[in-house]
């Protein structure tokens, strides 16, 4: 197996006791796990008279400590009181050998992805779902629902998948599987919007001690932990609230503006730092790795630490990224748009009304859906109707539990992202980082996914709440610019837009220097365009597209479509690189020759 790939697969056939395989990481021959370059390993314990097998990093009390997490799980008589007690991102399994009993709980944000299929008598999960392709899932064919959902949408709601008979695990959730084969699955924990929003005075403060009391527990362990960091807030923040020394890593292409704020952050913090001079191509070569990992839930593009195991200096054992906190404190996926001060796009923002159908305006305005192309060049002309039906019907059915849960308008509009945050399309950062370390992200904590959840849109829109809590936990790194807008962090954006004016204007009178905005060369990524044209065997792959089988095999994609997406963007008449990732993912998650 190569080295940028990990999974784990569990098989399990309560009724068909066959013999233990001496290479898993534990088979008694009814249940088998296989966990293969996993960072962490998994733990195996025991739990009273039953095995007990902890994924990830449990908290319990505040710590990151397996015997903790042990103590919350034999002073509670049931598995589902137990799991609500923990924190942070882990999957666990409870298994009675006796009884032949598995029971499989995660946390509430499903970090640990999990794909299920049940053959017969026969359970199957594991983390890959192009793993269980492979393996079994190609039985049963594609879930072209779920492939036109990817394809509009950049990533997948709910717990379907791209491949029929397959689900996704989702968050909170407690699936037991009885000694008949029998299952029955429940959701221990659900958003409460009932809640009173807080106060504005109040939340900075909040924020600040969540904020803190997170990075806490997840740096509560004896690790050497390294930072992911940007010019942005949110490893800004994880820094601003690290109690333990953190060594910082920036990755651009070139040295740039992005890599100057954050060495700067790192320095304001007396951190040590490091800029990582990034490959332009990437992923030339491990495109197939990249898609183990993202298996058809998000673009292979998104992997965007893979291979990156030597390039770590002094390579910790543990990486923290700031994943999750702009969506939760900064409205980063609200419905909005910049202001307009005196004829001039402001860098604040104002929320868009949500008129009309809420499914179709989500469809039609989430910020990562396809639009830099339009997928229907894609979908043969007298089915289009029916697969945006289909790709509506999924959103609806994620909102509808929403709806459940007292969320409405923008409330519902956050909790389709929020909902197994895992399928978000930024996820495979941290699962490209798992393939050679631990990779934590504190914003995947209770309390702080509590406290998103009480917080109005208009105290998200703008993040005021979340800037002053950073310079509340460190006044030194909220003074440091921020990269997206080169003026300092802690100032609001209302405010940025103001000092923007102001400087401009003494510019224009004086010649005073003026903090121009960051370009596309500012920032950590290369464009998807550059990305995809920057590595050769890809781009082949990319010229063979019109050829592929799997895609041809999928009832609704119109094949000419595809030869003409393709033509189009080699011959540069348009840039259709986000589209042909995506046609690149579902094509290889597919094919079970790719290795």
């Given amino acids: 197996m190569s080295r940028n790939r990990w999974h784990f697969a569990i ?13 898993a990481f534990y088979s008694d021959g009814s249940l088998r796990i296989e966990a293969d370059n996993v960072h962490l390993p998994p733990r195996h314990l025991r739990l009273g008279k039953k095995e007990l097998f902890l994924f990830g990093n449990p908290i319990a009390n505040g710590r990151r400590d397996d015997f903790a997490v042990l103590d919350v799980l034999e002073r509670r008589a049931s598995l589902s009181e137990s799991v609500t007690l923990l924190n942070g991102s882990f999957l666990v399994l409870v298994y009675d050998a006796g009884s032949k009993e598995l029971t499989i709980a995660n946390d509430r944000f499903a970090a640990f992805s999990l794909h299920l299929h049940r053959v017969g008598n026969t359970w199957w999960a594991a983390s890959s779902l192009k793993w269980l392709w492979d393996h079994v899932a190609f039985k049963q064919g ?3 629902a779920g492939a036109a959902e990817f394809l509009f949408l950049r990533r997948l709601f709910g717990d379907r998948t791209v491949a029929k008979g397959v689900r996704y695990f989702p968050a909170a959730s407690l699936l037991h599987i009885a000694s008949d084969g029998s299952a029955s699955e429940q959701r221990y924990w659900r958003p409460d919007y009932s809640k009173a929003a807080p106060k504005e005075s109040e939340l900075p403060g909040l924020l600040a001690d969540r904020l803190r009391a997170a990075v806490d527990a997840h740096q509560s362990d004896e690790r050497k932990f390294g930072l992911l960091l940007s010019g942005g807030l949110d490893s800004r923040a994880i820094l601003a609230a690290a ?64 291979t990156y195991a030597d390039r770590w200096p002094e390579s910790p054992d543990t990486f923290l990224i700031g994943l999750g906190l702009d969506i939760f404190f900064g409205g980063l996926y609200l419905p909005k748009r910049p202001a307009r001060l005196f004829g001039r796009q402001a860098l604040h ?34 089915q289009r109707s029916v697969v945006r039906d289909g790709v509506l019907h999924s959103i609806d059915t994620v909102a509808a539990r929403g709806r459940d849960c ?12 929020i909902d197994t945050l895992s399928r978000h399309y930024s996820f495979p950062m941290i699962m490209s980082v798992r393939s050679y370390a631990d990779c934590r992200a504190p914003a995947l904590d209770n309390d702080l996914l509590d406290l998103s959840i009480r917080m109005t849109a208009r105290q998200k829109v703008n993040g005021t709440a979340y800037q002053k809590a950073i310079a509340t936990l460190s006044p030194a790194l909220g003074r440091i610019r921020n990269a997206n807008t080169n003026l300092p962090a802690s100032i609001s954006l209302p405010q940025q837009t103001l000092t923007k004016l102001a400087l401009f204007a003494l510019h224009k009178t004086f010649g005073t220097d003026y903090p121009v905005a960051p370009g596309a060369t500012d920032r950590s990524w290369p464009s998807a365009k550059q990305s995809l044209e920057s590595c050769p065997s890809i781009m082949q792959r990319v010229g063979a597209l019109p050829r592929s089988e799997r895609l041809a095999a999928i009832s609704f994609v119109d094949m000419d479509g595809v030869r003409t997406v393709v033509d189009d963007h080699v011959a540069g008449r348009a840039d259709h690189a986000v589209m042909l990732n995506l046609l690149l993912t579902v094509d290889r998650v597919l094919d079970r020759t790719a290795h």
Wanted: net charge negative; charged share 20%; with cysteine.
């Fill in 243 to 306: 109690c333990k020394p953190t060594v910082c890593y920036t990755t651009c292409l070139r040295e740039n503006n992005e890599s100057a704020v954050a060495r700067a952050v790192a320095e304001g913090a007396h951190a040590t730092f490091y800029f990582v001079p990034r490959p332009a191509n990437l992923y030339d070569g491990v495109l197939d790795d990249a898609v183990f990992l993202t298996g058809g839930e998000q673009t292979y593009v998104e992997a965007q630490f893979l």
């Fill in 349 to 382: 923002y104002k929320l868009n009304p949500i008129a009309g159908d809420f499914c179709d305006v989500f469809l039609s305005n989430v910020s990562y859906r396809l639009k830099q192309s339009d997928p229907n060049m894609l979908i043969r002309a007298n």
């Fill in 406 to 417: 007292g969320a409405r308008a923008y409330d519902l509009w956050e909790y389709m992202h």
């Fill in 11 to 23: 098989s399990f056939n309560p009724s068909d006791p066959g013999a233990p395989d001496g290479t």
């Fill in 142 to 144: 594609v879930d072209e």
